[in-house]
Structures are given as C-alpha cells and as structure tokens.
Nanobody
C-alpha cells in the first residue's frame, strides 16, 4: 500500500530553518505530483507548496514564497521542504501528499489522494 512518511519537524526559534522530508513507498513516485500542506490548531489544512511529477514546476502559497523551497529526488522517492526565515505563524503540523499518476500538481486538499501522518513544526518567538 502507499505510504508517505514525513520527518524533520521540531522546535526552532523565529528566523531559524528546518528541512522536512517525505519518503514515499508503494507508488511509482516519479509519476506523482507532490504537495506539502499544514494545519494549525483550530484552523483548516492549507496549501504550502507543490511540485510537478517531473520536478520542473513548483508552486507556493503566498505566505511562504521566498522563504520555503520544495524539491524532490525521484531516485530516493523523497520530496523535501526547506523552510527558512521561519515565523511563529508557520507553527503547524506539516503533511505531505501525493497526486497522480501524471496529474498536474494541485493546491487544494481534494486534489491529493495519499497523505502522510504529519510532522509537527513549532516556531518560538
């Protein structure tokens, strides 16, 4: 079965950096668009970033543009989210998600079929 396993979350001070990873198994990773979403307490899950199955195109939510970078290594079946200049409002559980095969990357939760269990990111002020 398909499994997405996030790692790399933790506690960091404002202005710091974290790198999240999401290891995929049970699917042909290179054919799936991948996304990162986050959910803060009491809020709906929201789009953060997505990358096409080819890795050529990336999309970002406005609040993270210029600070976060999504990338993928199809040889390692892994998608990454590099988060720099973190702010307290970035505090949330971060989820990776997969959409495919060979579908365009989406920005809505409904676009994605498979989800990981999430990893907590906490940014202190």
């Amino acid at each position: 079965q398909v499994q997405l396993v996030e790692s790399g979350g933790g506690l960091v001070q404002a202005g710091g950096s974290l790198s999240l990873s999401c290891a995929a198994s049970g699917l042909t990773f290179s054919r799936y668009a991948m996304g990162w979403f986050r959910q803060a307490p009491g809020k709906e899950r929201e789009f953060v970033a997505a990358i096409s199955w080819s890795g050529v195109t990336a999309y970002y939510a406005d609040p993270v543009k210029g600070r976060f970078t999504i990338s993928r290594d199809n040889a390692k079946n892994t998608v990454y989210l590099q988060m720099n200049s973190l702010k307290p409002e970035d505090t949330a559980v971060y989820y990776c998600a997969a959409r495919g095969p060979r579908l365009a990357a989406g920005t809505r939760t409904d676009d994605y079929e498979y989800w990981g269990q999430g990893t907590q990111v906490t940014v202190s002020s």
